[in-house]
Antibody, heavy 118, light 108 residues
């Protein structure tokens, strides 16, 4: 199970970190993928992190726009913005990716709504 | 514009069967079996219903089935039920995750 932090309302230029908390060994041995959902662009893959060694890879569309991280206990992954834009308004999901199942996103967090407005 | 193409909407009556298509290209669906389908009800997270083209996760009804031919994957839902009304998304993993634009299923 993945549990995400609550909805956020921010102003343009502000920073933000949202989290995705898992449990047990399955989290530390799985990949965590972040996905953005908007009415206009649908579902978009943002990046992936392997909590065990903190290795990250970003979608070309989000490289340099966000930062993925995880804590040393391997139970929480983070998605961070240093300077939000109105276009970051979206629902953000974390999901577990299992290599043995073709990197399927088999478990999803409940989502975190981010609203960026002046 | 999404990387994978789905019809915007499909509809069916209870008990009927419907099929949702997902068209990609030779470099994604045509070359990989890492095709999955997700069901999303309003205000909820996507839920995995089909993975690796044809496999169903534990707990997913056998009324859901998947297939692939060439560059197109398909999701079939048989014996439609009112609770099947939702948005359905296809996805393909090619070292990136590609998604379809989603198909809204209406059960009339």
């Amino acid at each position: 199970q993945l549990v995400q932090s609550g909805a956020e309302v921010k102003k343009p230029g502000q920073s933000l970190t949202i989290f995705c908390q898992g449990s047990g060994d399955s989290f530390s041995t799985s990949y965590i993928v972040w996905v953005r959902q908007t009415p206009g662009r649908g579902l978009e893959w943002m990046g992936i992190i392997y909590p065990r060694d903190l290795h990250t890879r970003y979608s070309a569309s989000f490289q340099g726009q966000v930062t993925l991280s995880a804590d040393k206990s391997f139970t929480t992954a983070y998605l961070q913005w240093s300077s939000l834009r109105a276009s970051d308004t979206a629902m953000y999901f974390c999901a577990r990716s299992v290599a043995s199942e073709g990197y399927t996103l088999d478990v999803w967090g409940q989502g975190t709504a981010v609203i960026v407005s002046s | 514009q999404s990387a994978l193409t789905q019809p915007a909407s499909v509809s069916g009556s209870p008990g009927q069967s419907i099929t949702v298509s997902c068209t990609g290209s030779r470099s994604d669906i045509g070359s990989y079996n890492s095709v999955s389908w997700y069901q999303q009800h309003p205000g909820k997270a996507p839920k995995l219903i089909i993975y690796e083209v044809t496999k169903r996760p534990s707990g997913v009804s056998s009324r859901f089935s998947g297939s692939k031919s060439g560059d197109t994957a398909s999701l079939t839902i048989s014996g439609l039920q009112t609770e099947d009304e939702a948005d359905y998304y296809c996805s393909a993993y090619t070292s990136d995750w590609l998604f379809g634009g989603g198909t809204k299923l209406t059960v009339l």
